[in-house]
């Protein structure tokens, strides 16, 4: 596992509570707790460490956090931060299980140039993630998108796109992904939207007379 994604931590056994995390972040450490199956584990984490590596984490992103001489693998469920102090006040993590599958909300990046493009359309992304399955170890960070082949006025669904090994989606197949619309038909629309606000805006004039 990469440097990146491992973190190391110091086991809470008291001082919880505000004045507890009060205390522990003047010292430089972060109050955390990594939920599972067991008991909560209350931690504390280098600020400096987990600021410089945080960037590195998203949602599907499986973790490495040493505590003393036992690690736990985990993904990173929530943070908490203080945006006027730029201070990040207490994160939870969630310990994963080898073996057992989980499920994730997953990004979905689009690369490519479309056809449809190259014709003179507009490419409009409509979903940006989606639920997925899948064993930890198969856990992808996000899911790359081909869109070179969408077409003038065609759409992209998730069922038109073929996810790793292992992983198996769980939102609805038709969710549109994406689409290239014809220009000439967005400015219709627009044209027909401005023209039934014109005649409602006439017939209330006329009501009024």
Do not use: W
Not at 115 to 125: A, I, K, S
């Amino acid at each position: 596992m990469s440097d990146n994604r491992t973190l190391t931590a110091e086991l809470r056994s008291e001082d919880f509570g505000t004045r507890g995390s009060r205390r522990l972040l003047r010292s430089g450490r972060i109050p955390a707790v990594i939920y599972g199956k067991n008991a909560p584990v209350h931690i504390s984490l280098d600020n400096q460490e987990f600021s410089n590596k945080v960037r590195h984490f998203s949602e599907t992103a499986l973790l490495k956090i040493a505590v003393g001489k036992k690690s736990y693998e985990c993904l990173m469920k929530v943070y908490q931060e203080d945006l006027i102090r730029g201070q990040i006040k207490h994160v939870d993590f969630y310990e994963v299980t080898r073996g057992q599958t989980l499920r994730a909300m997953v990004s979905l990046v689009l690369h490519g140039n479309p056809v449809g493009v190259h014709e003179g359309g507009v490419l409009e992304q409509v979903l940006y993630e989606a639920e997925i399955e899948s064993l930890p170890s198969d856990l992808p960070e996000n899911i790359q998108i081909d869109i070179s082949g969408v077409g003038l006025n065609e759409v992209l669904t998730l069922g038109d796109v073929t996810f790793p090994k292992g992983v198996k989606l769980i939102t609805h197949p038709e969710g549109v992904v994406a689409s290239v619309q014809s220009i000439r038909e967005e400015v219709a629309d627009e044209e027909e939207d401005a023209e039934v606000t014109v005649i409602g805006e006439q017939e209330e004039s006329g009501e009024d007379e």
